[in-house]
């Protein structure tokens, strides 16, 4: 199947002031229609530096990036903010609209978009994330996870080929964190946008396609969830952790269960167990 | 210092067409030296209780001691400026009490504020820095240009560069990376036990809350819900999850196992090497009979 590449990172390196420390260095990487890549990586990696890159908050100092066959630089970077929406990792720094509603409203008046259309988006998009009770409310008076629930219903309702989730669920509780998840991947998939997860959560990675795993402003490894949570001890020296059931795997593997396959979640690890069992 | 709530409610803009209730009627003792979780889902009303515990908020209804401390809808103590030097907050989001030009001042400002002499706060500073694990270099950058989890960590270094005696955190380990999390959380609660230090946590991680917490509260929609040590109120799956709260993964995994193997294997704090020890004898002991 030839799928549609939608971001490309070529060999892109930046530095946020010109004496400073390159910040990302010859980072390489590429995004396909449809697919779902989560980026982790230690504190001040680099991770939101690559997000601001992508929308063009941010310009490369060296090295190309394309969205969707086009070069970001000052010609493109308008057009290209059209497809690509962006939830930062604090809220506050993006909400521009007097209510909920003007918020979510803002992103479709600068794509000209129908009135009528606009109406029931904003309706679909707060109920996805579960605050259709706030249209009118004002954006500071919100708690810190409904801040970010509305959020994500203003980036969801501009309906982008691509979307980054700076750690946009970070503040909200682990039901909330998996609901939103569960909406936005299904939107995912239906319009077959690029995902794109910027997160510290274990758990959120698993059900990612693919992993960019970020060092020190490099790519440290490309890979599936399942493969990378193998390295263990790796992972750990780079200031990063496995999930409770791969910690889980490995202790039992240690005491002589073997158990065959890297589970990646509760239902795998039993079934390994449930094998194990009926061998011995 | 000993926290007690009587019967607090919170109206937001009250006597207004917007007046929300955000706290109602809550009641509960932390004790001195006592280490608190506060859990509940978005909007329950976790932060705004949290903004009573130095006074940055004042119950509409009811009363609230710290210490020697009363907070009422009277209006704030005349000795307000001792409860902030003691109570140190670190709030939900970072950018919220980050302001200065460097992180130096920044981390300084308040003991500053409280009258701790310069060199007292370099040796704060010193000592605090690595626990948080920030390098020196970036004593002289702006806290405006770092990353999310750098302004964190400056953040939890500025409160705890007054020295409080209760240590407030709402969420502190949001936006951490997962190294980051379980060490910072790990010096809170060092720190709790080495100076008694009474600590409230808020979080969204049931996993922390059983593991440091001697007593979880937990709200919805703006009451108190639960109350009580971690693993009795983590056993109760299904109350939790009527307020849309999961129970620690540990406890998850062991309930599922236990319905798969119709075994009772019980969480009682094993590491997880105990964990996979007793997995593996039970195991064994089956495959025998
Ligand atoms: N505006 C800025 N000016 C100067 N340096 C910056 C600026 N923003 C970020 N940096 C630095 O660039 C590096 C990468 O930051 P970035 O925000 O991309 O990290 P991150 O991987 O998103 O980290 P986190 O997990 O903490 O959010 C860090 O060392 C940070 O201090
Ligand atoms: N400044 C404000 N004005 C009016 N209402 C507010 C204000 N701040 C919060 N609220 C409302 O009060 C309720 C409780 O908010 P609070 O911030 O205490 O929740 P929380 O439990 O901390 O949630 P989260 O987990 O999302 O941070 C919410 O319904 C919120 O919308
Ligand atoms: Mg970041
Ligand atoms: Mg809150």
């Given at each position: ?42 504190n001040g990696s680099g991770k939101s530096t690559i997000a601001k890159l992508l929308n063009g908050l941010l310009m490369p100092k060296d090295g190309e990036i394309v969205v969707d066959g086009q070069k970001v630089d000052d010609d ?130 698993v059900q990612a396609d693919r992993v960019i795993v970020m060092n020190k402003g490099e790519i440290w490894e490309e890979t599936t969830p399942r493969e990378l949570f193998l390295q263990r001890e790796s992972l750990r020296e780079i ?42 | ?187 809170f609660y060092q720190l709790h036990q080495e100076r008694q230090l009474t600590t409230v946590l808020v979080t969204h991680s049931m996993e922390d809350a059983l593991a440091y917490a001697d007593k979880v509260i937990i709200l919805n ?69």
């Amino acid at each position: 199947m030839d799928r549609k590449k939608l971001v490309e990172f070529k060999n892109v390196s930046f530095q946020y002031e010109e004496e400073g420390a390159l910040v990302l260095n010859q980072v390489s990487f590429e995004i396909y229609e449809g697919e779902w890549v989560a980026i982790i990586g230690h504190n001040g990696s680099g991770k939101s530096t690559i997000a601001k890159l992508l929308n063009g908050l941010l310009m490369p100092k060296d090295g190309e990036i394309v969205v969707d066959g086009q070069k970001v630089d000052d010609d493109t970077v308008w057009d290209i903010r059209k497809d690509v929406g962006m939830v930062f990792q604090n809220p506050d720094n993006q909400f521009v609209g007097a209510t909920v509603q003007d918020d979510v409203a803002f992103g479709m008046e600068n794509r000209g978009i129908p009135r009528e259309e606009m109406r029931e988006r904003i309706q679909r998009t707060l109920s996805a994330v579960r605050m259709q009770d706030y249209l009118i409310t004002e954006p500071h008076r919100l708690s810190g996870g409904q801040k970010q629930r509305v959020a994500i219903a203003s980036v969801l309702a501009i309906a982008p080929k691509v979307l980054i989730l700076d750690e946009a669920t970070a503040m909200l509780d682990p039901t909330g964190r998996k609901e939103i998840m569960h909406t936005v991947n299904d939107i995912q998939e239906s319009e077959g946008l690029s995902l794109i997860t910027i997160t510290h959560d274990l758990q959120e990675i698993v059900q990612a396609d693919r992993v960019i795993v970020m060092n020190k402003g490099e790519i440290w490894e490309e890979t599936t969830p399942r493969e990378l949570f193998l390295q263990r001890e790796s992972l750990r020296e780079i200031g990063l952790d496995v999930p409770f059931v791969a910690q889980l795997t490995d202790e039992l593997m240690k005491q002589g269960v073997e158990l065959k396959e890297a589970a990646l979640n509760h239902e795998e690890l039993l079934e390994e167990l449930w094998k194990f069992n009926s061998k011995m | 210092m000993e926290i007690q709530f009587k019967d607090v409610s919170y109206i937001y803009q009250e006597n207004s067409p917007f007046a929300h209730k955000a706290l109602e009627d809550i009641s509960f003792t932390v004790e001195a030296g006592s280490f608190v979780a506060v859990i509940g889902h978005t909007g329950s009303g976790k932060s705004t209780l949290i903004q009573h515990l130095n006074g940055l908020s004042l119950p509409s209804r009811g009363e609230i001691t710290i210490g020697d401390f009363l907070l009422s809808s009277e209006g704030k103590p005349k000795n307000i400026r001792d409860l902030r030097r003691k109570v140190g907050v670190v709030f939900q989001y970072p950018e919220h009490q980050l302001f200065e030009e460097t992180v130096a001042k920044d981390i300084a400002f308040g003991p500053k504020n409280f009258d701790v002499e310069q060199e007292e706060i370099d040796r704060r500073i010193e000592r605090l820095l690595p626990a948080v694990g920030l390098p020196a270099e970036i004593l002289e950058r702006s806290p405006f240009d770092l990353s999310g989890g750098q302004k964190r960590r400056v953040a939890i270094a500025g409160v705890l560069a007054m020295a409080p005696e209760v240590l407030v955190l709402d969420e502190p380990t949001a936006g951490l990376d997962p190294r980051g999390q379980r060490e910072i959380m790990d010096m809170f609660y060092q720190l709790h036990q080495e100076r008694q230090l009474t600590t409230v946590l808020v979080t969204h991680s049931m996993e922390d809350a059983l593991a440091y917490a001697d007593k979880v509260i937990i709200l919805n929609g703006g009451k108190k819900y639960m109350e009580g040590p971690p693993l009795e109120v983590f056993k109760q799956t299904d109350k939790l999850q009527e307020v849309q709260l999961d129970t620690p993964e540990v406890i998850h995994f062991l309930n599922q196992y236990n319905e798969r193997f119709g075994t009772s294997l019980n969480y009682q704090h094993q590491t997880l090497q105990e964990l996979a020890n007793e997995i593996k004898g039970q195991l064994e002991v089956e495959s025998d009979e």
